[in-house]
């Protein structure tokens, strides 16, 4: 499938908190990347490596590779709800899928199990993650009955290794790590908090958590999160139409970037220059009078930006201590 060309919708001043004091507006220029209505979109992830970008729809159980060169896309259905997706070869990804996770061959659309932690069960799935420097795959879960402090977050030492790393958690959600590879940044939404963990990169160790970001209710739930080249923030505001900035050091927001969906889910920092950033949106949780203003809902959005991102990493068992 050839995706027609972008189609720029508005140029966005971003919203900045409190006085502007001296410093300079940021100006965003959003627009559609793919305008199919993802019933919940996800997973946004750039690989640096071979110029595409990976997401998926939750719901609607699809796993979408976009070349943004050439406007090509594919599209790979999954025999169940897939919770995020990393890359781990220029040909393979692995996907966590309700039951497990899975590698997944793009090519020939192979799909091999490869392991589940014994505290997964039926009435969870698996959610957001992302590989850490080290090439770990840390990936968390949610209840599928709306159950509290019931799910976890894992790390996937290697392919037939995943360990429990937190419990208690609601919905796990974004991920990120500093750029000297120290501090974790984790996020269990109904908490709205971004917690700071200290990092042992060699051996995936984490310390004692402290509150980075305490999010505002006005500004939505934390969902996805990115990390840009000054180790600031940008997390995803599911029922807040936006993606926010944030400094962990302060917990201060720095800027924020309106998109035009109310539930938006996901982002990467993209491009050769990692000056570009895709956005993943849900359709669902918006009531009809919401979709008047935000027809657009559920689609991928590509935001350019003044600011310099981080390119993902993929998974890798390499340079490991176990």
Request: a negative charge; aromatic letters at 10%.
């Given at each position: 499938?050839?995706?027609?060309?972008?189609?720029?919708?508005?140029?966005?001043?971003?919203?900045?908190?409190?006085?502007?004091?001296?410093?300079?507006?940021?100006?965003?220029?959003?627009?559609?990347?793919?305008?199919?209505?993802?019933?919940?979109?996800?997973?946004?992830?750039?690989?640096?490596?071979?110029?595409?970008?990976?997401?998926?729809?939750?719901?609607?159980?699809?796993?979408?590779?976009?070349?943004?060169?050439?406007?090509?896309?594919?599209?790979?259905?999954?025999?169940?709800?897939?919770?995020?997706?990393?890359?781990?070869?220029?040909?393979?990804?692995?996907?966590?899928?309700?039951?497990?996770?899975?590698?997944?061959?793009?090519?020939?659309?192979?799909?091999?199990?490869?392991?589940?932690?014994?505290?997964?069960?039926?009435?969870?799935?698996?959610?957001?993650?992302?590989?850490?420097?080290?090439?770990?795959?840390?990936?968390?879960?949610?209840?599928?009955?709306?159950?509290?402090?019931?799910?976890?977050?894992?790390?996937?030492?290697?392919?037939?290794?995943?360990?429990?790393?937190l419990d208690g958690v609601t919905i796990s959600n974004g991920i990120v790590w500093s750029s000297d590879g120290k501090h974790m940044y984790y996020i269990d939404t109904p908490t709205r908090k971004v917690m700071e963990f200290s990092f042992v990169q060699e051996t995936g160790k984490i310390g004692k958590p402290r509150v980075a970001v305490s999010v505002h209710d006005s500004l939505g739930s934390p969902d996805g999160m990115a990390i840009d080249a000054n180790d600031n923030l940008w997390v995803c505001m599911w029922g807040g139409s936006a993606v926010c900035c944030f400094d962990p050091e302060t917990g201060e927001l720095i800027d924020r970037v309106k998109v035009p969906?109310?539930?938006?889910?996901?982002?990467?920092?993209?491009?050769?220059?990692?000056?570009?950033?895709?956005?993943?949106?849900?359709?669902?949780?918006?009531?009809?009078?919401?979709?008047?203003?935000?027809?657009?809902?559920?689609?991928?959005?590509?935001?350019?930006?003044?600011?310099?991102?981080?390119?993902?990493?993929?998974?890798?068992?390499?340079?490991?201590?176990?």
């Amino acid at each position: 499938m050839t995706m027609r060309k972008l189609m720029p919708l508005f140029l966005i001043i971003s919203l900045l908190s409190g006085c502007m004091g001296n410093k300079k507006e940021q100006i965003a220029i959003v627009e559609i990347a793919d305008s199919t209505f993802n019933s919940l979109g996800e997973g946004a992830l750039w690989d640096a490596n071979t110029g595409r970008l990976f997401y998926i729809d939750i719901i609607g159980k699809n796993l979408f590779v976009l070349d943004p060169d050439s406007g090509n896309k594919e599209t790979h259905e999954l025999p169940s709800m897939p919770g995020t997706v990393v890359v781990s070869g220029d040909d393979e990804v692995l996907l966590a899928l309700e039951d497990g996770i899975y590698r997944y061959t793009l090519s020939d659309r192979k799909l091999t199990f490869l392991v589940c932690p014994p505290q997964n069960d039926s009435t969870q799935r698996f959610n957001d993650g992302k590989c850490g420097p080290a090439g770990r795959f840390w990936v968390g879960t949610m209840s599928l009955q709306g159950d509290k402090e019931r799910s976890h977050l894992f790390c996937m030492e290697n392919d037939t290794l995943i360990t429990m790393k937190l419990d208690g958690v609601t919905i796990s959600n974004g991920i990120v790590w500093s750029s000297d590879g120290k501090h974790m940044y984790y996020i269990d939404t109904p908490t709205r908090k971004v917690m700071e963990f200290s990092f042992v990169q060699e051996t995936g160790k984490i310390g004692k958590p402290r509150v980075a970001v305490s999010v505002h209710d006005s500004l939505g739930s934390p969902d996805g999160m990115a990390i840009d080249a000054n180790d600031n923030l940008w997390v995803c505001m599911w029922g807040g139409s936006a993606v926010c900035c944030f400094d962990p050091e302060t917990g201060e927001l720095i800027d924020r970037v309106k998109v035009p969906a109310k539930n938006v889910t996901s982002c990467s920092f993209a491009g050769k220059n990692l000056k570009e950033m895709y956005v993943t949106t849900a359709r669902v949780g918006t009531s009809e009078d919401e979709l008047k203003l935000f027809p657009y809902a559920g689609s991928l959005f590509k935001v350019t930006l003044k600011y310099t991102g981080t390119a993902p990493n993929r998974y890798s068992v390499n340079n490991r201590v176990f």
